[in-house]
């Protein structure tokens, strides 16, 4: 079993709908969890941190953590072409251990 | 402006060759990481170290060896015993006293020829 898995791209959507992305993780330890945007060729830059259970709104991304379930996902509302990039989970049990990334989920958005 | 940077951008190697590259930060991070990443795949963990002096191997740390002499600086070198090292890699780092996310510099893209 991965440590982070993320539903297998690529993920299609029309402009102007909801985007949803999924990450499940083994660790029941982990305690931080990121999303990060890339665009092909470049580094990963930060969208989304959440760090206890619920949502967390910023814009128009909304993150969603569930621990019991070992469950977070990333909701894009209102999706644009300039959101077509791939999408990476990232967990980390403790601050500066061993910090995992998925596979990643491609995401286009059709104009 | 506080930041981590990687050099080169581009690298190329022959095979049978050690090659290094170089990561340095200025965020004053306790913790630094290596990433590789092939094409369509997401970050894979090569080596990571909390602290000075001290790193842990990843999940494909064979072929790959770093140091950690000093807090800012965390050098990769990708050794002849890398059996496919063309891929793009990253270096990251973050606090270890408090909750916060990774900072990535720019990547190296290494080439074997």
């Known amino acids: 079993q991965k440590e982070v898995e993320q539903n297998s791209g690529p993920l299609s959507v029309p402009e102007g709908a909801i985007a949803s992305l999924n990450c499940t993780y083994s660790?029941?330890?982990?305690?931080?969890f990121f999303w990060y945007r890339q665009y092909s060729g470049k580094s990963p830059e930060l969208i989304m941190s959440?760090?206890?259970?619920g949502d967390k709104e910023d814009g128009r991304f909304t993150a969603q953590l569930n621990k019991a379930s070992q469950y977070v996902s990333l909701l894009i509302r209102d999706s644009q072409p300039s959101d077509s990039a791939t999408y990476l989970c990232?967990?980390?049990?403790?601050?500066?251990?061993?910090?995992?990334f998925g596979q990643g989920t491609e995401l286009s958005v059709k104009p | 402006d506080g930041g981590i940077t990687q050099s080169p951008k581009y690298l190329f190697r022959k095979e049978g060759q050690n090659v290094t590259l170089s990561c340095e930060q200025n965020?004053?991070?306790?913790?630094m990481y290596w990433y590789r990443q092939d094409p369509g795949q997401g970050l894979r963990l090569i080596y990571y170290?909390?602290?000075?002096?001290?790193?842990q191997k990843g999940d494909i740390a064979e072929g790959y060896s770093v140091s950690r002499e000093k807090k800012e600086s965390f050098p990769l070198t990708v050794t002849s015993a890398q059996k496919n090292p063309t891929a793009f890699y990253l270096c990251a780092s973050t606090h270890t006293d408090r909750v916060t996310e990774a900072f990535f510099g720019q990547g190296t893209r290494l080439t074997v020829v």
């Open positions: 965020l004053n991070h306790d913790a």
């Open positions: 990232a967990v980390i049990r403790n601050q500066g251990g061993k910090l995992i």
């Open positions: 660790d029941r330890g982990s305690q931080s």
């Open positions: 170290s909390q602290i000075v002096n001290d790193f």
């Open positions: 959440i760090y206890s259970n």
